[in-house]
């Protein structure tokens, strides 16, 4: 899997490159917007992470572009906060997805393997740890083939913790995923607790595994 990664702050781009590499993905940078899109005209990719405001040629310009020379590979926009208006124009420019900064690395993970998945055509759409299985596109989730009543953002919490197994992920992490710009840091700073808490109460009658693990001081985990 080979992901372009267009962004003009290196400091952003050397992270997020060093993240996707430790991923084993084969990555390759670019911090401006004009060689970033000769590039792309040059090599295929599988995924294309692009930010908009790029010096030279923006991030929406690029877009349109390979859009028009049917280049179909999908793309995630990193967008400013809240800008509204950008995200509308990058959706009808043909993006995939988008991404606000600042965001963290769970989220951007997993928003790629989302994409790399329905890009892959993968017919079979589970993820299973233990006595869980998830279905990611009918939006279900199953304990030893019983179907667990799951609220949407429940279900989602699961879903995200699963696409990020093995990682500790922080509370904020999973409120960012969840809730997204909605999220107040103050007045629902035990949402996630609570929405845990929910779950494991749903898992615990139909199995003895243990799901979610709790990390203490930073947030939960899914563990092998
Ligand atoms: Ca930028």
């Given amino acids: 899997m080979k992901i372009f990664i267009v962004e003009d702050e290196s400091a952003l ?5 060093k993240g996707l590499e430790q991923e084993k993905y084969i ?31 923006d991030g929406l310009t690029i877009l349109k572009h390979i859009r028009e020379a049917e280049i179909k590979t999908p793309v995630i926009l990193l967008t400013a906060r ?41 017919k079979d759409s589970s993820l299973q740890y233990k006595s869980l299985r998830i279905d990611t596109l009918k939006r279900e989730a199953f304990i030893n083939g019983t179907l667990l009543d799951l609220t949407m953002r429940e279900f989602s919490i699961l879903e995200f ?9 922080e509370r904020f992490s999973i409120a ?40 203490r001081g930073i947030g939960y985990a899914i563990k092998d």
């Fill in 161 to 169: 913790m699963l696409y990020n197994k093995n990682r500790v992920i």
């Fill in 82 to 122: 809240n800008s509204v208006s950008d995200k509308i124009a990058g959706l009808d420019c043909g993006a995939d997805d988008y991404l606000a900064k600042p965001f963290s690395f769970e989220e951007l993970m997993a928003r790629i393997r989302a994409q790399l998945r329905r890009e892959s055509g993968q």
């Fill in 176 to 215: 960012e995923h969840v809730w997204g710009d909605d999220f107040d840091t103050f007045s629902m700073s035990n949402f996630v607790d609570v929405h845990i808490k929910n779950i494991r109460k749903k898992i615990a009658p139909l199995t003895e595994d243990t799901i979610i693990e709790t990390v």
């Fill in 13 to 17: 781009l050397d992270k997020l490159k």
């Fill in 27 to 57: 990555v390759e940078g670019e911090t401006d917007g004009e060689k970033a899109l000769d590039r792309l005209f040059e090599v295929p990719f599988d995924l294309i992470i692009l930010d908009i405001m790029l010096p030279g040629v």
